[in-house]
């Protein structure tokens, strides 16, 4: 019996594929060992034509664009500035058009933009530290290394690299904006349960890198003007507490290097990439040859779920919480909400409640 399977593990092989949007030129060998801001690929992105649809980033399909316009044809503008606003009523319930990138208005139509992008040299980073392994001819490379890996579930601002600072006690605590200061600069903290957006704003004017909590608010998604923190939610959308065992190796690299990748999965990869490399992960990983020949050389742990195995609950009431699995019914069973389905008793710690297949997941 196999369920889908999330990787959380304090100590494993890892196999990182890195891959440029567009043809370029690898910088590295087969071999070599790298760190997780070592450049191994680059790129020269050309000119480019982007169009913004102006109209539906105000709400108004008949938008009269000479009265919302703040640019002319033209005008340079830089990434996320606001380039058109409805005039009028509250200013913070206004609602703006920015340009996705810096560029120059090309045309203004009706209901549209059109942006000519600059031309601009791409830099692909290691991410992680680790060995190359395979090298892709002119797009980019496979990495090998071994640490700790946690897949999340979502989160939003691309890839970070620096130092994590646990700033909570517990997977439950909520990390306040008064806890941020300019000491944690740089930094990635691990802040709980959640966050609003006013602790994300001030982490923001911290400088702060990133922030790993157990779930956020989907309005994070879109907030206006958006922030540059990176965020990774391990647990998902909604106000779910981090799980307790993630936490607890989280807690294991306070202090150390980490990687992070913010990404909701839904929202499409870039060209090039699968699901898979943009999948929300959080990393801390060695580049030691040593330590990832012992690795290797173990045997991989059966995924076949059985008594014993740690699983994490997908849906319903326990929804977020992990723990093992303390009996596997040979009949279906009814569930607390009454439906009557192939489950597992889970031992949840406070509780060890019937749980559906269908609401697990195996962690590996």
């Known amino acids: 019996m196999q369920l889908p399977e999330r990787k959380i593990s304090a100590q494993s092989k890892v196999t990182l594929r890195r891959v440029l949007p567009l043809p370029g030129e690898v910088l590295v060998q087969r071999g070599q060992q790298v760190e997780a801001l070592t450049v191994v690929a680059r790129a020269h992105a050309p000119h480019r034509y982007r169009l913004i ?6 709400g108004q399909p008949q938008v009269e664009m000479e009265q919302v316009m703040l640019k002319a044809e033209g005008d340079a503008v830089k990434a996320h500035e606001v380039i058109a606003r409805v005039q009028g009523g509250l200013s913070f ?11 120059q208005i090309a045309a203004i139509g009706p209901g549209w933009v059109l942006l000519e992008t600059e031309s601009a040299l791409v830099e692909l980073p290691a991410f992680i530290n680790g060995i190359i392994a395979r090298v892709i001819p002119d797009r980019g490379v496979v990495i090998e290394a071994s640490g700790a890996v946690i897949e999340a ?4 601002g691309g890839e970070t690299y620096g130092p994590l600072k646990r700033l909570v ?49 989907t309005a994070l998604l879109n907030l206006d003007p958006p922030v540059k923190v990176r965020v990774v939610a391990t647990e998902g959308f909604g106000d779910i507490p981090m799980s307790p065992y993630t936490f607890g190796i989280l807690g294991t690299l306070d202090g ?15 060209p090039g990439q699968t699901q898979a490399d943009s999948q929300p992960i959080i990393m801390a990983t060695s580049n030691k040859a040593s330590a990832l020949a012992a690795l290797s050389a173990e045997k991989g742990s059966s995924s076949v779920l059985a008594v014993g195995s740690r699983v994490r609950v997908t849906a319903g009431q326990y929804l977020g919480a992990s723990g093992t699995i303390a009996t596997l019914p040979p009949q ?13 008793i889970v ?3 406070e509780a060890s409640p019937y749980i559906p297949l269908a609401n697990l997941e195996q962690v590996v």
């Open 256 to 270: 150390k290097e980490v990687s992070i990748r913010g990404h909701t999965p839904h929202l499409a990869p870039l």
């Open 347 to 349: 031992n949840l710690g």
């Open 53 to 58: 649809n102006v109209a539906r980033q105000l």
């Open 169 to 217: 006690n517990n997977s439950s605590d909520i990390l306040g904006h008064e806890a941020i200061d300019e000491n944690l600069r740089n930094m990635i903290i691990l802040a709980g349960r959640s966050l609003d957006e006013e602790t994300l704003r001030q982490a923001e004017a911290a400088q702060v890198r990133g922030v790993i909590v157990g779930s956020i608010d």
């Open 332 to 344: 279906p069973r009814a569930s607390a909400s009454g439906l009557v389905a192939p489950g597992a």
């Open 153 to 156: 579930a979502c989160g939003f």
């Open 93 to 103: 319930l206004q609602r703006a058009a920015r340009a996705p990138t810096a560029g």
